[in-house]
């Protein structure tokens, strides 16, 4: 069964930069439906292989990217 979630809830990202990466396509052959399924899931596919990367910029859980970014900026800066 589904937990059910009372609220919505929003989610933001403070210092997120994702880029995706090049495709390029040549010669296909097929319909338009598979080749849009296929570009959503080469898009999840490099969501989920960069999702240490979303979490930790996530505001929900403190955003520990950028208290990384904070702290390594500060640090080198007292030294």
């Known amino acids: 069964d589904a937990l059910p979630i009372p609220k919505p809830v929003f989610l933001s990202f403070t210092g997120l930069a994702l880029t995706f990466p090049e495709v390029r396509l040549t010669d296909v052959a097929t319909t338009g439906f598979v080749l849009g399924q296929e570009l959503i899931a080469h898009c999840i596919a490099f969501l989920l292989l960069n999702s240490p990367v979303l979490l930790?910029?996530?505001?929900?859980?403190?955003?520990?990217v950028q208290a990384y970014r904070h702290l390594h900026?500060?640090?080198?800066?007292?030294?």
């Open 73 to 79: 900026s500060g640090i080198s800066d007292l030294l």
């Open 56 to 64: 930790g910029s996530c505001d929900l859980l403190g955003n520990p």
